[in-house]
């Protein structure tokens, strides 16, 4: 369980991080409306969406991988593949982080994430019962003793319950 003091640190850090990106988007002087996106082949009277967007659909196809594709999967592509990807791969190549810091327990998570070989050994022993597992660790009960908690005579059903 988190402690507050963690918990306001983690909000203190996510504020900072979003004043600083507001910050380095004004300095960019990023357009409210990109007028490349008018495609003044249409008449906005016989088709308003094409005038508008047809400049930024031929400019965006939808990739083979999506169903959709607008302004906000490019900005949600750009904040997961570029800025967030750029942030941990740059606190993962730092040494000599101080022990139980938010960044050294980042580095260490992504080092984790990349060690395919222990994870393939683990498999799911980890989490699997009876394998010698800490369920201390466990945010729930896994194994049959636990299946039958749930049956619907244990359950608070009937006149009077609610």
Not at 135 to 142: L, V
Not at 150 to 155: G, K, N
Request: hydrophobic content about 35%; charged content about 20%; overall charge positive.
């Amino acid at each position: 369980m988190l402690s507050i003091h963690t918990s306001a640190r983690r909000v203190a850090a996510g504020f900072l991080l979003a004043v600083s990106a507001v910050g380095a988007a004004s300095a960019q002087k990023v357009p409210a409306f990109d007028n490349s996106s008018v495609d003044k082949s249409i008449k906005p009277c016989h088709d308003f969406d094409g005038f508008a967007n047809n400049g930024w659909k031929k400019a965006n196809p939808i990739p083979g991988t999506e169903s959709r594709w607008g302004a906000f999967n490019v900005l949600d592509k750009e904040n997961k593949e570029v800025r967030l990807k750029g942030i941990i791969l740059d606190i993962a190549s730092r040494k000599g982080l101080a022990k139980g810091t938010e960044e050294q327990q980042i580095s260490d998570y992504y080092a984790s994430f990349l060690d395919t070989v222990t994870i393939q050994k683990r498999g799911i022993s980890p989490w699997h019962p009876g394998s010698g597992g800490s369920t201390e660790s466990r945010p729930w009960p896994i194994g049959p003793s636990s299946a039958g908690s749930c049956r619907p005579s244990a359950l608070p059903l009937g006149p009077g319950s609610v």
